[in-house]
């Protein structure tokens, strides 16, 4: 299988904004250590300053960096690689207009287009039909979940195909929408699921399974693929550039 990576450029405002932030709360330290210690006032209002300061630059700098999604995204590459052959092309975080920021990754082969968004959900759930339930583990057993990764999944597939019929002329390309736990510690029970779920014990089986349907050949996929990759640039062009004021 082939991994498209989307660029991730450093946004250096965001940088430059986190490294101020931490110069701040590092020098509000390094005032609190010379004040003589008469002057708690003025050292509780530094360590708050430094606490607030150090919290800030950090946010930024994760928010810059983009760590967190980025690893999430290996995560799926790493669980969906070892299933499918060099005629799939899984392209992680496409960023396509009208679609919402939950899309994780589309896989594109002659099945179709699988439109996948992942969850990192930590202990053990239950799915029957479009119902999902969490395992309390107590007297309440199994719960309803708070939401609902079908509807998810659905609403992402439906922007895909809306968005692929005018950007790539494609009335009739085939969408469906999956979810992925791609992490080990996320447990499922499925109980005849209405949607498709890839999870890190069942990923060969449902690869196996969604391969039996050719739907997609050859050009139609890359014609996809490179409408997709044009239009993650041109979002991620559109976000650099800096908006005039009012």
């Known amino acids: 299988m082939r991994v498209i990576r989307r660029a991730r450029p450093a946004r250096r405002w965001d940088l430059a904004l986190s ?12 005032l609190m250590a010379v004040l003589p210690g008469e002057r708690a006032s003025a050292v509780a209002v530094l360590g708050a300053a430094a606490a607030l300061a150090l919290g800030v630059g950090l946010g930024w700098m994760m928010r810059a960096l983009g760590e967190s999604r980025q690893l999430f995204g290996e995560d799926l590459a790493r669980l969906l690689a070892p299933a499918f052959d060099d005629s799939y092309v899984l392209i992680l975080e496409p960023r396509l207009p009208g679609v919402p920021a939950d899309l994780a990754a589309l896989l594109v082969g002659p099945p179709g287009v699988r439109a996948i968004v992942a969850r990192h959900w930590r202990g053990r759930y239950r799915v029957r039909g479009r119902g999902w339930e969490y395992d309390t583990r107590s007297h309440r057993g199994w719960i309803r979940c708070r939401t609902n990764p079908s509807f998810d999944a659905d609403t992402v597939a439906d922007a895909v195909s809306s968005w692929a019929r005018t950007a790539t002329d494609e009335p009739g390309l085939p969408v469906v929408g999956a979810i992925a736990f ?12 209405d949607s498709e779920i890839i999870t890190t014990d069942n990923a060969p089986w449902w690869a196996q399974r969604i391969g039996k349907v050719q739907r997609l050949d050859a050009q139609r996929a890359a014609r996809f693929v490179q409408a997709v990759l044009d239009a993650s640039e041109a979002t991620a062009a559109a976000h650099r550039v800096p908006q005039p004021s009012a």
């Open 19 to 30: 490294l101020g932030m931490l110069v701040v709360g590092f020098a509000a330290i390094l």
């Open 182 to 193: 791609p992490r080990s510690y996320s447990v499922l029970v499925l109980e005849e699921p």
